[in-house]
Every structure is written in C-alpha cells, then in structure tokens.
C-alpha cells in the first residue's frame, strides 16, 4: 500500500525567507506526485504534478518541487516566500498505472508566513 | 466556470441518523471521487465514479456508507446510524477522465458533526 509522510506538522517563517516542505513517499513501482494547497477559507487546489521526465518541476505561485527517486521525496521549495502563501500543503501519490485512481495523501504541513 | 460545488456546507446531525451529502462535478467530468478529511490530517479516499459506476469502493470504511452517480453526474454520498467518529470534512473531486495523470478538481467540502 501507498503512504505519504509530510515531515513538518507547522512550519513559521518570516516574509522574504526560503522554504522548504519535506515530502517522503512509499510505493515501489512507478508513481506519480502532487502538491496541493489549501489557502485559508478555500478549498484544495494543485500546486505542481510530477509524471515523468525533468525531476525539478515548477508550479504556479514560484513553487517548484523535485522529485529524488532514490530518496523516494519530492520535496517542495520556494526561494521567497510571501504572508500570502500562508496555507497548508499536502503531498499526495498515486500509482502511475492505468487503473490507478486514488490519491494517498500526506498529513499536511501548516505554513504561516511572518509579515 | 463554474467550480465543483458541495452541499450542505455545514451538517450537524445526531448519533445514529441517516444523513445524505451531495457533489455537483464540473459539467463534462466524467470522474468523481469522495474523500474523508479529518481534523489534522489530509484527505482520505472513499470511493471513485467513472460515470454511473463506482470503479473502486475500497475506500469505503464500512457498510453504513455508500454513494451513487445515477446518471452520471451528481453524486450523493449516504451515511446510515452516523457515529461521532464519521465527524469529518467530506471532500468532492472531479477530473474530465479516469486515471491516474488527471487532475483532479476538489470543492469546498461539507463538514459533517454528528453530536
């Protein structure tokens, strides 16, 4: 089975600083990965997706996140971040097979940003 | 257009009734999924639509839930004798086709309390 561990439960940084959001994965076969954020009062929208190809992927917002597959993560980054991007992250997998629906997602990480 | 849209927003019901959540999917999406948010944790998978039929229940956490997709669109998840545990955000999703590199588009949630 498919499981996601989102290393950080609530991280707090001040406006301007980088960011990185720790995102481990077990599964053996081939997957595919996402980031979804959750701004406050909204609902769930995709960051980035990682099929195949390029291992760095960027995403809207300046959002990148690179897949390692060796470490089984894919970590999400952000050279600068704004008091807007105060949200709550989650990694999610699924199985890059035909027939594989579902997302297994991890448990969040709640991000404040200092103005 | 228009988003996925859920409701009711907010239910609050008693230990032990029968309640019923609706999801209307983007016009044109063929797949639609339920997840089960609870507090402090991400989305877990209920069930999957690929039109009228549910192609994979395994989500599902006992017999007191089922869902239907009668004709192909809106889709009502039905809980029997709620218990507290079944408190949770229920999350909708649509894709405009099954499998695993589409993305899938989340509405607001119905947020379930049952007292």
């Known amino acids: 089975a498919q499981s996601v561990s989102q290393h950080n439960h609530h991280v707090i940084l001040s406006e301007a600083a980088s960011l990185e959001l720790g995102c481990n994965y077990s599964?053996?076969?081939?997957?595919?990965l996402f980031w979804y954020v959750q701004y406050p009062g909204q609902h769930l929208q995709l960051l980035l997706k990682?099929?195949?190809?390029?291992?760095l992927v960027k995403g809207i917002k300046g959002f990148e996140a690179e897949f390692i597959k060796s470490k089984f993560s894919f970590n999400l980054r952000k050279p600068s971040v704004q008091w807007s991007d105060t949200a709550e992250y989650f990694c999610a997998v699924n199985a890059g097979i035909q027939g594989a629906q579902k997302l297994v997602f991890g448990q969040g990480t709640r991000l404040t940003i200092n103005p | 257009g228009a988003g996925v849209s859920q409701t009711p927003s907010n239910k609050v019901t008693e230990k032990g009734k029968y309640v019923e959540l609706r999801c209307d999917p983007i016009s044109g999406h063929t797949a639609l999924y339920w997840y089960r948010q609870s507090l402090g944790q991400g989305p877990e998978f209920l069930i999957y639509?690929?039109?009228?039929?549910?192609?994979?229940d395994s989500g599902l956490p006992n017999d007191r839930f089922f869902a239907v997709r009668p004709e192909g669109s809106v889709s009502t998840l039905k809980i029997q004798r709620t218990e507290r545990g079944d408190s949770a955000v229920y999350l909708c999703a649509s894709s405009p086709q099954g499998g695993p590199y589409n993305e899938q588009f989340f509405g607001p949630g119905t947020r379930l309390t049952v007292l």
């Open positions: 990682y099929f195949s190809g390029d291992p």
């Open positions: 639509f690929q039109g009228t039929g549910a192609a994979d």
């Open positions: 599964y053996g076969g081939t997957v595919n």
